[in-house]
């Protein structure tokens, strides 16, 4: 048997893996809260939009500033947007890399 040290050290060790994982689950789990969220407000805004024809413009009008990545523009049947300095000046950004590098997107 080690030494009371030893096994201290040994009983921090698992509470401490304990702990990153009871961390680590409750990331996931809001992560996942979040994403449910998310996606029962979009559905009731496309129900929204398919009753309200002037809401369906406001929201879509939106969208075209607040989709900056063809990728997701192209879900929406929006025109695509043809470079990233366009498409910064277009929606606003304020030229930071970390900006620009999330409106990066390959055609």
């Known amino acids: 048997m080690g030494s009371k040290v030893q096994q201290l050290e040994e009983k921090a060790r698992q509470i401490a893996e304990q702990l ?3 961390r680590a689950k409750e990331a996931h789990d809001e992560r996942k809260a979040d ?5 029962l407000l ?4 496309h129900a929204w ?5 002037e809401i369906k ?3 879509m009008a939106r969208m075209e500033k607040f ?3 063809n990728s997701d523009r192209r879900y929406f049947g929006m025109t695509l947007i043809k470079d990233t300095d366009a498409r910064a000046k277009a929606h606003g ?3 930071s890399t970390k900006t620009a590098a999330h409106r990066a997107d390959a055609t």
Do not use: S
Request: charged share 35%; net charge positive; hydrophobic share 40%.
């Open 93 to 95: 950004a304020t030229g």
């Open 67 to 69: 989709l900056t990545r």
């Open 35 to 39: 994403t449910k969220r998310k996606v």
């Open 49 to 53: 939009i398919q009753e309200d024809d």
């Open 57 to 59: 413009a406001k929201v």
């Open 20 to 22: 990153q994982r009871a």
């Open 42 to 45: 979009g559905a009731m805004v």
